[in-house]
Nanobody, 118 residues
Framework: QVQLVESGGGLVQAGGSLRLSCVASGSISSINTMGWYRQAPGNQRGLVATITNGGSTNYADSVKGRFTISRDSARNTVYLQMNSLKPEDTAAYYC????????????WGQGTQVTVSS
């Protein structure tokens, strides 16, 4: 089992920055990919960015050039640096971990709210 705890959300003006953190615990060695997803009211949860154990990253087109995902394996933590924030970035942001522990799994954190005012 993997547990994820997010932090770092809040209220920021358009053009500002925030950094989200996600700390993983439990069967850490079973994780192969971690990422961030977001869900705005009335919308489905969608990809923001992912990072593999090997450091390969993937971003949604809407955040490329503004957001950066990184991983500190020593601290079992993944970060999402968000710059040049826009009101349309407002959403609940969820940390995700995927891997295999006897079977494939996908674990989610509880979410952290990001609100960008215009």
């Amino acid at each position: 089992q993997v547990q994820l705890v997010e932090s770092g959300g809040g209220l920021v003006q358009a053009g500002g920055s925030l950094r989200l953190s996600c700390v993983a615990s439990g069967s850490i060695s079973s994780i192969n990919t971690m990422g961030w997803y977001r869900q705005a009211p009335g919308n489905q949860r969608g990809l923001v960015a992912t990072i593999t154990n090997g450091g390969s990253t993937n971003y949604a087109d809407s955040v490329k050039g503004r957001f950066t995902i990184s991983r500190d394996s020593a601290r079992n933590t993944v970060y999402l640096q968000m710059n040049s924030l826009k009101p349309e970035d407002t959403a609940a942001y969820y940390c995700n971990a995927r891997g295999r522990y006897f079977r494939d799994f996908s674990a989610w954190g509880q979410g952290t709210q990001v609100t960008v005012s215009s």
